[in-house]
């Protein structure tokens, strides 16, 4: 019996004991941190299953759960969520998470505000929420980060003032703010983080003077101010007092006067970036005391002066960054001895006197442009001579002599520019064949000897070959068409004798040939007709004879032809005409003979196309026709044969009209059935107050409210009042939208979240149809208000701050999204206003995905739009960020002249080249063509948006600056009261 009662106690404080262990448990703390866990997944939207592992039924591998790492006692201590696609919000439960020491949800797409006024994160060392769309201020308010040692909110939509309470977190070592919109001045509390050891304020819209107090945080090691910003004044002289800074970047941020001479006192910087600001005077001797620095950017300035001989100390310099300043004197010698230097860049300037004579003999140097200076003498022979030199520009000089032999085996180039000196001799053998050779242009010289016949070579990579204006003879070798990748061959202006090699066929990539002013003779070949992607073909003034190949109109793409001044004959062949691509076309002066047909294209061409040929006939040169057969019987039976056709045209159009009438009416029956048949995929990027029903109700005719190459466009209004834009995208196979990654692309532009470009709110799509459903733009586009009847409402300053919101727009997109997004279709159609005629840009990247998946054969149409579409596309049929610039700068033009891009100024002539040949391109010449429903202007705010359009439509794309330097330099525009009236004849001048 005894036995029998200990058993029973003994099992009893067994099971009481389990029992408290598993209430102990229940109640450990891992199980709250957990549930904060689980009401933090509740706000997120992801696309992705990357959180299935957080739920309730898994607590007890808490530790393992996706982006979370525990300590010892099983606390969560690091959240880490970082570039996981997750949208949505943060709930404030993440403040119960008590031990937490590092959070990090950067690179995903939460929205709204951060809940930092509350919670019990005393612990929080390290915060890292940059990349996202929180908006709002940044209030640290009730929330006491005692701990907190890194403050990361870089990349989100954050305005108003710099938070002052920032200046309580006196352990913060890394502080950044940038890449948002906090404005006014930087406090000067801020000096007061004396832990700090990187600070980035850049990208914001911060003004006022940069606080000499910021001297105080002696143990920065990195500093950025730049971008965006717009200080008053220059730079502090109690900067100098930093002296551990690694790095300092005070770039664009309209920085003026002197650079300080206590910069030299940064003796461990290795990178110091002033680029594109307003500094003035010389370049300080003392910034020779930085030893250890490497890279050296202060270009795009207004610095004078020689380059100080104390830069010879500079020996670990591997960049030197000097170009658009008004530097004068020689290139010191010393800058060939650097042993470190790779890249050099100091065009346009006035330097003078000749290219030092060892630069490159470190066998170091990768990068040199000196183009745009006054530099006499001879080109380096040691410029390649460690054989790593990529980049080589020396154009708009007043170099002679020959080009060096020994860059024919510099196989590492890929860029040469040596146009407009006075280059002499011939082209160094092997120069044009180089393995990794991308562009030549050798143009405006003095070259002589013959086309570089190299037949057993192959010029894999070379794009763009520019030989015109020289003195070069002889016929073009067979090895024309060992250039596979070629797509610009300008041969014009030399003295080129023989006939032209069939050979040039194989340039199968080949846009726009250019052989004019030579000595061409012989037949035009029919093998050119090879070369269909040939969009420009230039063979006047030669000698060439014989009938013009009928083979061209197989070039479906060609858009101008010039065959004048040559002696070809017989008939201007008719197919030529059927060609719907072409928009020019000379024949003037050869003795061609026969009727000019009347047909296709023809009906477009003046008539100076077709002068200096006596013996064609017809209504566009004025001279009737002889017909060889029998008149009267002409007479009599054409008249017949025109009746029966018409006859029968008009049978034939009544038959087709009937058929789309039934086939209208069974669609319409049919319609309802359908819709409900497909199975619909719903994808939001954000919640939703509607859903597919309230999508498909939108697409109704009565609806519509635009088309384009892209789809059409239809509004709506759901169920619980919200208004929608639903585009319907054209041209779509099915099951397109799982074709080349076309749904994560989608996605992808659903993340994107700034103040200036529409928001992509869903998704919506079947085997057949995908519609993208928009937050709706009540005010339309700002080309349908600038070019209505609207456009007069739109004042002045109305349209700076459209372009300078549109500006921002197109930056977050080239410069703030991972991956960057080009836009490829910028135009004022494109750029939607709300009802606060606030602008936003639209359709931003369609045009790849419309591209991706075939929905249309003539590229132009998806990669831009007639217009605004920029010159090398024409040739190259590739897009990029600057051609995205070029297309925001004829916006530009837009907005100043109130003109639309084409269609105003004659024949081949669209708004950028009017408005250059109108003003000669010089800001003064502004007045000639600002828009005459503007009343009162701002002289100085008119010619800065002239002069900052101009550099967006530079011909060549390296030149026009970047969407980030765009926005820059138009917040820079500001109110002048001295102001010009269209009414006055010319601008009143200053007193």
Request: hydrophobic letters at 40%; glycine letters at 8%.
């Amino acid at each position: 019996m005894m036995k029998f009662l200990l058993v029973s106690v003994l099992f009893s404080l067994l099971i009481s004991n389990s029992l408290s262990t598993f209430q102990v448990y229940d109640s450990h703390p891992s199980s709250r941190d957990a549930q904060a866990l689980i009401s933090l997944k509740q706000g997120f939207l992801s696309p992705d299953p990357i959180l299935n592992s957080w739920n309730e039924s898994n607590i007890h591998s808490l530790c393992y759960w996706k982006g979370i790492r525990c300590d010892h006692f099983q606390r969560v201590v690091s959240v880490d969520l970082s570039n996981s696609n997750i949208f949505g919000v943060i709930s404030p439960s993440i403040g119960n998470l008590e031990h937490l020491v590092n959070l990090s949800l950067a690179g995903n797409a939460f929205s709204g505000n951060f809940p930092l006024e509350s919670g019990n994160l005393t612990s929080l060392r390290s915060l890292n929420i940059s990349n996202n769309s929180f908006n709002g201020s940044l209030d640290l308010g009730l929330f006491s980060l005692l701990h907190l040692e890194v403050l990361d909110v870089y990349n989100n939509n954050l305005s108003g003032p710099l938070p002052q309470s920032v200046a309580k977190l006196k352990k913060l070592k890394h502080l950044d703010l940038g890449g948002n919109y906090f404005s006014g001045a930087i406090p000067p509390s801020y000096a007061g983080l004396k832990e700090l050891e990187f600070l980035s304020l850049a990208g914001n819209d911060l003004s006022g003077v940069i606080p000499g107090e910021i001297g105080e945080l002696t143990n920065l090691k990195q500093l950025f101010l730049g971008y965006f910003n717009d200080f008053d004044g220059g730079i502090p002289l109690e900067i100098g007092n930093l002296t551990n800074l690694l790095h300092l970047d005070l770039s664009s941020c309209g920085l003026e006067g002197e650079i300080p001479k206590q910069l030299g006192n940064l003796w461990n910087l290795d990178t110091l970036f002033l680029q594109t600001n307003l500094l003035s005077g010389p370049l300080p001797p003392q910034l020779g005391n930085l030893t250890r620095l490497k890279s050296l950017d202060i270009s795009n300035n207004e610095i004078t002066g020689e380059i100080p001989i104390e830069f010879s100390n500079l020996t670990e310099l591997a960049l030197i960054n000097l170009f658009i300043n008004k530097l004068h004197g020689d290139i010191p010698d010393f800058v060939s001895k650097l042993p470190n230097l790779e890249v050099l860049k100091l065009w346009q300037n006035n330097l003078t006197g000749a290219i030092p004579s060892e630069l490159g003999s470190n066998g170091r140097l990768k990068e040199l442009d000196l183009s745009s200076n006054r530099l006499t003498g001879l080109i380096p022979q040691s410029l390649c001579s460690g054989r790593t030199l990529r980049i080589l520009i020396l154009l708009n000089n007043f170099l002679f002599g020959m080009i060096p032999e020994d860059l024919g085996n510099c196989l590492s180039l890929s860029r040469v520019r040596l146009s407009q000196n006075f280059l002499s001799g011939s082209v160094p053998k092997g120069f044009l064949y180089l393995p990794e050779l991308s562009l030549m242009e050798l143009q405006n010289n003095y070259l002589t000897g013959n086309f570089p016949d190299e037949h057993t070579r192959v010029a894999g990579k070379l794009g763009q070959l520019n030989l015109s204006n020289n003195r070069l003879s002889g016929p073009l070798p067979l090895s024309i068409g060992n250039f596979p990748s070629l797509q610009i061959l300008l041969l014009s202006g030399n003295q080129f004798t023989g006939s032209i090699s069939s050979e040039v066929g194989r340039l199968q990539l080949v846009l726009k040939i250019d052989l004019s002013k030579n000595n061409f003779s012989g037949e035009i070949p029919a093998d050119i007709s090879k070369c269909l992607h040939l969009t420009y073909l230039d063979l006047s003034t030669n000698m060439l004879s014989g009938p013009i190949p009928a083979q061209l109109s197989e070039i479906h793409i060609l858009n101008y032809l010039n065959l004048s001044h040559n002696i070809l004959n017989d008939a201007i062949p008719k197919e030529i005409g059927t060609m719907k691509s072409l928009t020019a076309a000379d024949f003037s002066y050869n003795d061609l003979s026969g009727k000019v047909p009347e047909s296709g294209q023809f009906t477009y061409f003046n008539s100076t196309s077709f002068q200096g040929n006596p013996q064609l006939c017809g209504p566009f040169v004025n001279r009737t026709c002889v017909f060889p057969a029998n008149p009267t019987e002409i007479s009599v039976n054409k008249p017949r044969i025109q009746a029966k056709f018409k006859l029968i045209f008009a049978l034939g159009l009544l038959i087709c009209s009937l058929i789309f009438v039934c086939g209208a009416l069974i669609r319409t029956r049919t319609l309802r059935f359908q819709t409900h048949s497909r199975k619909w995929k719903l994808t939001a990027f954000q919640k939703l107050d509607f859903g597919v029903e309230d999508i498909l109700e939108c697409l109704k005719d009565n609806n519509v409210i635009g088309r384009g190459g892209a789809g059409v466009v239809y509004k709506g209004t759901t169920r619980k009042g919200t208004q929608i834009a639903v585009k319907k995208l054209l041209g779509f196979d099915k099951d397109s939208y799982h074709d080349n990654g076309f749904s994560a692309e989608i996605r992808i532009l659903g993340q994107i979240r700034h103040r200036n470009i529409v928001r992509l709110l869903a998704f919506c799509s079947n085997k057949e149809t995908n519609l993208l459903v928009y937050e709706y733009m009540p005010e339309g586009s700002l080309g349908e208000v600038l070019h209505g009847s609207k456009g007069g409402f739109l004042d002045w300053q109305k349209r700076v701050k459209i372009g300078i919101e549109a500006a921002r727009g197109l930056c977050y997109l080239h410069h703030d999204c991972n991956p960057l997004v080009l836009h490829r279709d910028v135009k004022s159609n494109n750029i939607l206003l709300d009802s606060e005629l606030e602008a936003h840009v639209a359709d931003f990247g369609l045009a790849k995905f419309l591209l991706d998946n075939g929905t249309s054969e003539c590229m132009s149409a998806i990669a831009g739009s007639y217009g605004y579409i920029a010159p090398e596309y024409a040739y190259t049929l590739k897009v990029d960020e600057k051609s995205d610039v070029y297309s925001f700068g004829v916006v530009l033009v837009e907005l100043i002249t109130g003109r639309r891009p084409v269609g105003e100024f004659g024949d081949g002539v669209d708004i950028v080249q009017w408005a250059k040949s109108t003003t000669s391109a010089c800001k003064e010449g502004v007045f000639e063509i600002l828009d005459s429903r503007l009343k009162d202007i701002p002289i100085e705010e008119a010619k800065h948006v002239f002069f900052v359009a101009m550099l967006c439509v530079q011909e060549q794309s390296v030149e026009r600056p970047t969407m980030r330097e765009v926005v820059h330099m138009l917040q820079q525009t500001k109110s002048n009261h001295n102001l010009i009236s269209n009414s006055d004849k010319y601008p009143k001048k200053n007193p």
